[in-house]
């Protein structure tokens, strides 16, 4: 609850108004009450924000003019506008988004047989610098704010309305570090996993961290039923710290010591994100070290064979390879799975759309 608090006080330190989408409805009817309204008028407001999706405070025709007049002097309700839209031969649809400063932002939306799943960007840029990524490139910008994140989700439901169909899970993996901007990803949270906001069930919401230890313990001791991904990509220190140089600061055995008191905590299996880069950490040694490492751990391991990233060295992993790795963990009772690709043919890695645009706009 503090968490949530300290996240709001820090948006007002944006240089605008906060956005409607930052507050939970208690959030939301505390502030009514506080400005001489009534409480009931949340629950109609969320409804408006979450079931009609409307994009104006206008078009809130069940509340007072007054009202209306009140949140829009008060709250911004559109932090973001749609740059770039693209759908893949798969179905995967690309969002590129402008926040009201300028800067763009990814949101991506793949297929499942299960659902379909949005994959949310926490941050314009990311300071973490793993090397294989192209989102780190040119440094963090800013934090989005809670709000701003929500709103990722509302947008691209909006688009899905038109096909009569629902955003079911949510993954935040998009750009940036979410522990990095912890209070408003813990509001995002909360807001999208509330009945009355996009009821979102928590296990179908996952959470993925580069490693960021003291944020881990935090998560533990929030003790939400949501997924848990920690990006690992190796077992060996050096080669960890050189794809990661988040691992020199937050070490890889306090990183697991971290992990351990996660699934203690919570009971909840955690999940341990692996991209095979090709000659780096796809050997069957390599696979051995990992099998080794998450020994006893109550866990699942996703292969990600990785997408050439045109800024950077690393090559793919052949086919057979990737099946080899899969074998070794398998024989050694770890539970893994092979990540299925999707949006191949509009640049569906991490980063790489946004990346696209400042090079056109820079050209
Ligand atoms: S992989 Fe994630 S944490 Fe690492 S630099 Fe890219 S956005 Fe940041």
Known sequence: MEKVLSAKKKSKELDRNPS?????????????????????????????????????????SNLSKELRDKLAAHFVLTTLETAVQQTSSD??????????????????????????????????GCRIGCTFCASTLG???????????????????????????????????????????????????????????LNIGARHITVSTSGIIPKIYDFADENMQINFAISLHSANTETRSRLMPINRAYKLPDLMEAVRYYVDKTGRRISFEYGLFGGVNDQVEHAEELAKLVKGIKCHINLIPVNYVPERDYVRTPREQI???????????????????????????????????RQEETR
């Open 91 to 124: 179905g995967t649809m690309k969002f590129l988004f402008e926040l009201h400063d300028g800067y763009t932002i990814e949101t991506v939306l793949m297929r499942h047989e299960y659902g379909n799943s949005i994959c949310v960007t926490t941050q314009v």
């Open 323 to 357: 099946f080899a790795f899969e074998r070794v963990l398998k024989d050694r009772g770890v539970n893994v799975t092979i990540r299925r690709e999707q949006g191949h043919d509009i640049d569906a890695a991490c980063g790489q759309l946004r990346a696209k645009e």
């Open 20 to 60: 409607i989408y930052s507050y939970q409805l208690h959030e939301l009817e505390n502030w009514l009450v506080e400005n001489g309204e009534k409480k009931f008028r949340g629950k109609q407001i969320y409804d408006w924000l979450y079931t009609k999706r409307v994009t104006s405070f206008e078009d809130m």
């Open 139 to 197: 440094g963090l910008k800013r934090n989005l704010e809670a709000g701003e994140i929500v709103a990722q989700v509302v947008k691209v439901q909006k688009a899905l309305d038109e096909q009569g169909e629902r955003v079911s899970h949510v993954v935040i993996m998009g750009i940036g570090e979410p522990f990095d901007n912890y209070d408003h990803m813990l509001g995002f949270l909360k807001i999208i996993n509330s009945d009355e906001g």
